[in-house]
């Protein structure tokens, strides 16, 4: 009976090379390993740090204003992403039901990015301007009031809690190692909060929503749904605007 | 010494560090599918999500995705690691102190997942979603075990390092790489970061990470271990050795360039995602090596599936391994990609993976290793075949709904009427339509639980019975 604590893999060759320079030298297997793993992660991902190669920037791409990256971080929060994507494919059918697909350099500010991987519920990419406020909030609600047999959760909590703007300049304090913002802007995210969030209340207020004040972490996360896409769709449209222009100075001449 | 010697039977080896990780292994992955199927529950019927912030669907998910993966997968990797490199290399760990950090460190860091997570406190990175303080946790327990792991590969006995070692190593490797670049991230509070790379970047060192951790934490340690565990259960040497070198090269070469077919048809450059899908396909011969390599080693020991529940467990589980190394590179290639992807189908393919693949090798492993390391026979061998069938048909089940809901929603997302216009454009509508099958994957997850508690019932019964049974022959001493 051979015994399996003993046995190599059947018959090894005696003078195998692989036995010889690897199995026998632990140190040179592991290197040689490391190098195996390496090569195809550095020939990827490298490259995409590079200006030709990478995502290329659009002008009209900002980072999120204080009051809607409070509302994304609610949305990394609520797990959102593991049910919503946020990219639209270059297809008919996608584009028909979503809007225009989506480009590389739409996500410069997108730490970290939620792209998503599974749609339990529909893409949300253009999300941006789709609906009014108050159809969020009651949406976020009882998601059934506005998509009746929706099987996604009712967020109840969102319409009582708060957002703290110390917190929000925490992550924007953060952030602002990458570029996203500056001292000033930090500064002056409390008044900023205050102001983008007021202006959400008052839609509400005129759809008969009185109950919301604008540091409810409801008011955020619709800034920040509202604000999905709109950049990407802008930029869009300046391009086609620019080329259109380019056209006339053309048949001009 | 006489007296001494009788008393520790077998002091070469550290075999209750194994026990631990196998216990605690299998804890976990009651845990881990208990959560799978309560999600499966809230897909089918809303109010499961009960209205609580903590019990959402978007914040259980990870939960169930990193207990399955770190705490009941890891756990069995550790077990079998723990187990088979001490009598492949012929020692004793390089140290029995390292070996109980990791553990218990481990063992923290799960619990403070399984709090974390349902708290919202996300890095939103899908299986990397932990948050920083515990991402570091996990760096210096890992490296810890990677101090023992290499420690007792210099200290070993036996010159030359047997395959299931390779896959170990690579393990122990690519993972420290993938989880410390994946999570290089800024602090903002003590529960709150922000990762160095943005948009796309942030995406493909993602889906690097994302995929390479079922590469080489589901996949490549899990072949070290059929590699160890099948053929002693099978009583039958590896069937080719040269074939283990080439497929063990292939795989950890190729498997790193595989991430970007996560995202195909994104504003990823066209060239990565034709590299992606292209590595993708030629994955599949290195994954068939090993399925093959595993299968043939079975050759004159088919006989014995009849009566015995290990090897039935691990030829499914070799089964599955092929089956879903066919179907991922499939579903790779960009026309097929169009259609599964953001579908129930990734969801099916992953869990014929994990629950058909990673759970049956764990299964096996664990019927192998009980009787050996408490010295008793399985208190009812019975009970370990009808697991056997109570999970494979649970897999089928789940599978197969999950196929046809996936199939089915794609098809409706992209059909287009007469007049050009979306003939399902209520988005809701796809979704209503796959409610059955998502009662169909609850029957087939709730089957598979109830076989891994039928597990644990009879591993607790075969540890409290009280006589240890010679016959078994427990961890012989190795023979030069």
Redesign the interface.
Known sequence: ?????????????PD?W??RT???K?AL??VA??L??????L???V???TVS???QAMAEVTPYTPLEQAGR?IY????????H?Q?V??????T??YGEW?????????????????????DLHRLGGKYPDVWHYEHMKDPRST???????????LLEDKIDAA?VQ??M???S??GHYTQAEIDAAPQAIAKQGEEIVGRLRQSKVENIEADHEIVALIAYLQRLGTDGKKALKNQVAQSEGAETTGSAQ | MTAESAVVASPRYDDEIVKKFLLATFIWGVVGMLVGVILAL??AW?PA?L?L?WT????L??LHTNAVIFAFTANGLFTGIYYSMQ??LKTRMFNDTLSNIHFWGWQSIIVAAAITLPL???????YAELIWPIDLAIAVVWVLFAVNF?GT??V?KV?????AI?FY??MV??IT?LHVVNNLA????LT???????????????W?YGH?AVG?LLTTPMLGMM??FL??AA???????RL??IHF?AL?????????H??L?????D??QT??MI?SIVLLAPSWGGMLNGLLTLRGAWDRLRSDAVLKFFVVAITFYGMSTFEGPMMSIRAVN?LS????W??GHVHSGALGWVGMSLFAVGYYLVPRLWKRPLHNEGWATAHFWLATIGIVLYVVAMWVSGITQGLM????DDAG??QY?N???T??KL?PFYWIRLGGGLMYLTGILLMMLNIGLTIAGSSPNQAINPS?A??K
């Open positions: 009976m051979s015994h399996p604590d003993n046995h190599s893999p059947q018959s090894p060759p195998s692989h036995r690897l199995e026998h632990s297997f592991a390993t490391t195996a793993i390496s090569v195809g992660g020939v990827e991902i490259p995409l740090f190669a990478g995502p971080d990394a929060r609520e797990g959102c992403v593991q049910c994507s990219m494919r270059p297809f008919r059918a996608e028909l039901r989506s480009r590389a350099g739409e996500y410069s500010f997108d730490r970290p990015f939620l792209l998503g991987s599974r749609r339990i519920g529909p998509s009746p047999g929706s099987i996604m959760p009712s967020y109840p909590w917190d925490a992550s304090t953060a952030l190692v990458f | 809230q897909l809303w999500n209205g912030p959402t669907f978007g914040r998910r990870p009598r492949l919202g406190m996300s890095q939103t990175h899908e290499f590969i210099a070993r010159k030359h390092l047997y395959v390779w190593m690579s490797i690519t790489v800024m602090p903002a509070t709150r970061s922000y990762p160095v790379f943005s948009g796309m970047t942030d995406a493909l060192v993602q690097w390479n080489f590699y160890y053929p002693k009583d039958r040497p590896v069937y080719s050795y283990s070198i090269w950890v070469f190729l498997y790193i360039w595989a991430g970007p996560h995202l048809y994104s504003g990823l450059p060239w990565a590299l992606g590595f169009a992807h953001y579908t129930d990734t969801i997302w992209r059909a287009i216009q979306l454009p988005f809701v509508d979704v209503i409610v012989p190795p023979a």
